[in-house]
């Protein structure tokens, strides 16, 4: 089975700090997805990468970066963090090119912004 | 570009209820139609999937058939849980990139 692991459950930061969100996978999938899911308002695509090195910006991608070094593992940056990215922040990866393939999640890192 | 809209919970149910949970699409061609299955504080996981027009996808007594007449991919279970209690996602492709769009998701709570 796939394994998505996100590196934090829950963190709680203050408003200012640069937030490191990270997300590894183990099945040598070829695309990552970092989403944020809030009441109401379902999953919204931040960012998502194709391949090492590689990125492209989903619906929602101001006030984030992110970071992709090695294939296996996708970083998400807060690079100052304000109230407005609390949030539920869900991990995904999937096989190849094709557009159609299903998406693995991890569990989520609720993050608070205080 | 691709859409899914799926309708608003929350459903309550009793426990062995039939459920319903519907979805409908808007999308150029025939993409494959997911749906997705969240419980209390877990990431989602794929519930079933259908890859063309008339499959029927199924996983744990729950069915969904894509209807590209109706542009639907409704969901259904005969005989719900306690345990079915969560959110449920509806999900196809984007459009020109490999990722999938999700619907705004439907909480679904089965009482005893």
């Known amino acids: 089975d796939v394994k998505v692991t996100q590196s934090s459950r829950y963190l709680v930061k203050r408003t200012g700090e640069k937030v490191f969100l990270e997300c590894v996978q183990d099945?040598?999938?070829?695309?990552m997805f970092w989403y944020r899911q809030d009441p109401g308002l379902g999953l919204r695509l931040i960012y998502f990468s194709y391949d090492v090195k590689m990125k492209e910006k989903g619906d929602i991608p101001e006030g984030y970066s992110v970071s992709r070094e090695k294939k296996e593992r996708f970083s998400l940056i807060l690079e100052s963090a304000s109230t407005n990215q609390t949030s539920m922040y869900l991990c995904a990866s999937s096989l190849g090119p094709q557009g159609n393939q299903p998406q693995h999640f991890g569990d989520g890192t609720r993050l608070s912004i205080l | 570009g691709n859409s899914v809209t799926q309708m608003e919970g929350p459903v309550t149910l009793s426990e062995e209820a039939f459920l319903t949970i519907n979805c409908t699409y808007t999308?150029?061609?025939?993409?494959?139609l997911f749906w997705y299955v969240q419980y209390p504080g877990e990431g989602l996981q794929l519930l079933l999937k259908?890859?063309?027009?008339?499959d029927k996808g199924s996983n744990k007594g729950f069915e969904a058939t894509y209807r590209k007449e109706t542009t639907s991919f409704h969901l259904e279970k005969g005989s719900v849980q306690v345990s079915d209690s969560a959110v449920y996602f509806c999900?196809?492709?984007?459009?020109?990139?490999?990722?999938?769009?999700f619907g705004s998701g439907t909480r679904l709570q089965v009482q005893p």
């Open positions: 259908a890859t063309k027009a008339d």
């Open positions: 999900a196809l492709p984007s459009t020109g990139r490999r990722a999938l769009t």
């Open positions: 999308a150029t061609g025939y993409p494959s």
């Open positions: 099945m040598d999938h070829e695309n």
